[in-house]
């Protein structure tokens, strides 16, 4: 065993040359209106506003503000569709205009990657490689079940709902477009869809998508703007169903605001991931797994493993080689393909953060991170570990939603999951051992939707998605998925 | 006055005969050498134990015919609290308990039930209840069909699912955790029975307020599930006012799901509006007919599961 007086220090002896991926290709219009009835439509009276690069700060584009007399236009065309064209289409049929967006998500896949790094901060590495492959694979999957929907739950005849109301956050903008959409209109759906304020660029392309599909008008309309504008959708008369990621305080706010409400609900909010690693782990992947499972996106991720709960044993150990391993991680351009951290997403979101980080200091936690270069613009937040934890910090109990870890330790088996239990939240969670028992064990007892054994941070159309608790109800992706958008009475 | 009561329902003067003791609601001119009968006190049921509502607070329950029944414990917030807690301490065992293990003991309820139901058959014909061997019956053969769910139910609904990278994953039903159950007015036993029997069957553990009307089979149902090698918590009846405790079974941070039978918008808006406190799961039964086919499915036991996927790689 290495002493811990020597480190590795990449920073001196490696540099990497830049390796941007080039935006030349892409088209940004200007300005892009609301996607109402398969056409691009200026908003009745809410004016545009800016959507910016969070790694320079710049101008990409400007987008429409929807306003409640877009949200009526959208709905009308929406139940235009859904009683007309949509409803009277052959399963098989309906299927085919979904596999269509799969594959033009792939025909178009570099453009959207390289917009989608360049509105939300993400690295291109994770836009090219996750967001946009598994986008086109969720429309691919759903797709497939459009004419096959009768199998999915027995003894019953599931019917769509109707006009469904879909908000979606700005962490993984395209990829959730397509969770939303895909299961939406295979089951038989139409759909109004808001995407985030500060990550509306990859939603208007799907729109030009959809265009080039040539869906029947209204089948999918999409209305850019802000929290307002989302609120209009959601207290919508004429909307059947609500579908909304985000976080759990605006989710109980939906949940609150629909309680008198026909509307079917389903939600999808924030976790607080505890990763816990055994002794008994494969040390060195399950280190890989720590960042992976924190600095992922920055750390924008709902079921980020953004608690570590390491055995005391093996505490040193790890953290030494976590330090190590977070040194070497590169934060910057997001369209550098050697890039690891981007941007952080927005302004709002870099200030919540580092409120966070002087929460940490305040209540007692000790605060570690890496020293790497920053660029001089945008918005940036260095790979950060808190040390010495208690359960009652807030950087324990809070999802920060940026790359910060909150480390804490444990003796036995029994400690871990109690500590690991011991949030509102119930997303998700990863566990590292060697031993199978164990495994199934603390797997089992984990209360929360997704787990991760030996691996953390995988996504897959065919698997099952949603919390536990405060972290949401209902299930995205795979047979489940189809769920929220059925009948079966 | 006790004329018209037995020509209503014609139970007591069978009573008689049979020489079964009668009730508080009969024999008030009892002569003096007859027997006295020992009446039942109907208590409410939190952890395996039959404690009076610690609010001290009864109400008296009358036959249609307006004569007293029995004086039932009005709950507070705090029953309802003592409840939960006594819930949440019996869900982990109860979920773990192996699912073979789970249906034989509703298997057991449903014995225990048919063994008790003249008794049951009595308690809902002395509140008013005509039909009342039928719902009984009903009531045993729907925790007999639920004690068949209690391990398939897991085989029909989880799934290995095929994911594109190299991971073996699937995901399982597990319960949701803690349900709060607002049964149905009538049928008070059955209602009852039809929101408790797949919510326990599924490994939940739970709260339940009785029929405010009719709530003694509650009551005795409460003995026959105490007599099941049911573990003590794993379901806790109260009785009370629904309206005052209805906020309470919605508002508590510690309950995961709510199961509310009935039609009053209202009801329904404060139950959804106080669930989303905590995220609870709302689940609203508007069906009045509890007796009809659709009563009863292994949809009943999904309201209060969550999905659970598991991910691990494959590899060597």
């Keep these: 065993m290495p002493s811990p007086a020597v480190q590795l220090n990449f920073s001196t002896t490696w540099s990497y040359a830049p390796a941007p991926e080039s935006a030349a290709h892409v088209k940004v219009a200007p300005r892009y209106e609301l996607f109402i009835d398969n056409r691009f439509t200026p908003p009745a009276e809410g004016g545009y506003f800016d959507t910016i690069n969070p790694a320079t700060e710049k101008k990409l584009s400007e987008v429409a503000r929807a306003t409640a007399a877009d949200v009526d236009k959208a709905v009308a065309a929406a139940r235009r569709a859904y009683e007309g064209p949509w409803s009277r289409l052959a399963p098989n049929e309906r299927g085919k205009y979904v596999y269509r967006i799969a594959r033009m998500i792939q025909d178009r896949a570099r453009e959207l990657a390289v917009i989608e790094s360049m509105d939300g901060g993400k690295p291109i590495r994770e836009s090219r490689d996750v967001d946009v492959p598994l986008a086109a694979a969720h429309f691919f999957y759903y797709a497939g079940w459009a004419d096959k929907l009768d199998y999915a739950f027995p003894n019953r005849s599931p019917k769509p709902l109707g006009v469904c109301g879909q908000i979606i956050p700005w962490n993984f903008p395209l990829l959730m477009a397509a969770w939303k959409l895909a299961p939406a209109l295979a089951t038989g759906n139409t759909v109004v869809l808001k995407p985030a304020e500060t990550t509306p660029l990859t939603a208007m392309k799907l729109a030009e998508i959809i265009q080039d599909a040539d869906l029947p008008p209204g089948v999918v309309n999409i209305l850019t703007g802000a929290g307002d504008s989302g609120a209009a959708i959601v207290n919508h008369p004429g909307i059947d169903k609500i579908a909304f990621t985000g976080s759990t305080e605006v989710g109980k706010l939906i949940q609150k605001s629909l309680a008198s409400s026909r509307k079917k609900l389903t939600l999808e909010l924030g976790g607080k991931a505890a990763n816990i690693v055994f002794a008994d782990a494969p040390i060195d992947q399950a280190v890989e797994g720590i960042i992976n499972g924190i600095f992922f996106n920055q750390g924008h991720v709902c079921c980020a493993g953004s608690r570590l709960l390491v055995q005391e044993s093996i505490a040193e150990m790890v953290l030494r080689k976590l330090k190590d391993r977070m040194r070497t991680l590169i934060v910057g351009d997001p369209l550098d393909k050697n890039t690891d951290v981007g941007a952080i997403n927005s302004k709002p979101q870099l200030e919540k953060i580092q409120q966070y980080l002087k929460i940490g200091g305040e209540e007692g936690a000790d605060l570690w991170c890496t020293e790497c270069d920053l660029p001089q613009r945008g918005y940036w937040c260095r790979p950060t570990l808190f040390l010495n934890c208690s359960q009652s910090h807030r950087v324990v109990q809070d999802e920060i939603f940026g790359p910060v870890l909150a480390v804490q330790t444990f003796r036995t088996v029994e400690e871990a999951i109690e500590k690991a239990n011991n949030t509102p939240y119930g997303l998700s969670g990863g566990v590292w051992t060697d031993k199978g028992s164990k495994i199934f064990k603390v797997s089992s007892q984990l209360r929360a939707g997704v787990l991760w054994a030996n691996t953390y941070n995988k996504f897959d159309p065919a698997s099952p998605f949603g919390g536990y608790k405060e972290s949401g109800m209902g299930r995205e992706g795979g047979l489940h998925g189809l769920l929220p958008y059925l009948s079966l009475n | ?316």
């Design chain 2, 1 to 316: 006055m006790k004329n018209g009561n037995k020509a209503k329902n014609g139970r007591n003067g069978k009573m008689q005969t049979a020489g079964r003791a009668p009730r508080i609601s009969v024999e008030r001119a009892t002569p003096v050498n007859e027997r006295l009968p020992v009446l039942k006190t109907y208590k409410i049921f939190i952890a395996g134990k039959f404690p009076r509502t610690e609010s001290g607070r009864y109400y008296q329950l009358k036959s249609p015919a307006g004569q007293p029944l029995a004086n039932i414990c009005d709950c507070s917030r705090k029953d309802v609290r003592d409840a939960v807690s006594a819930a949440r301490a019996a869900q982990g065992s109860w979920a773990a308990r192996p699912a073979y293990n789970r249906a034989q003991i509703l298997y057991r309820i449903a014995e225990m039930l048919e063994g008790r139901a003249p008794q049951f058959v009595d308690e809902l014909t002395r509140q008013g209840v005509s039909g009342a061997e039928a719902e009984v019956a009903a009531s045993v053969d729907r925790f007999l069909y639920y004690a068949g769910w209690a391990d398939k139910y897991q085989q029909v609904f989880s799934a290995v699912n095929p994911v594109a990278s190299s991971h073996f994953n699937f995901s399982v039903l597990e319960p949701t955790g803690v349900v709060a159950i607002l049964a149905p007015e009538t049928p008070s036993l059955l209602g009852l029975v039809s929101l408790v029997a797949p919510t326990i069957a599924g490994g939940n553990t739970c709260i339940a307020l009785a029929s405010t009307g009719q709530p003694l089979c509650a009551v005795t149902l409460a003995e026959v599930l105490a007599t099941s090698d049911l573990p003590g918590g794993v379901v806790n009846l109260l009785t009370g006012r629904r309206a005052e405790l209805l906020d309470h079974f919605a508002s508590h941070m510690d309950v995961n799901a709510i199961l509310y039978a009935g039609d009053d918008p209202k009801e329904i808006a404060a139950i959804r509006t106080k669930s989303s406190l905590n995220v609870k799961r709302p689940v609203i039964h508007t069906r009045g007919d509890w007796t009809s086919p659709e009563a009863q499915s292994p949809y009943f036991i999904l309201d209060a599961q969550e999905t659970k996927t598991t991910w691990h790689p494959i590899g060597t």
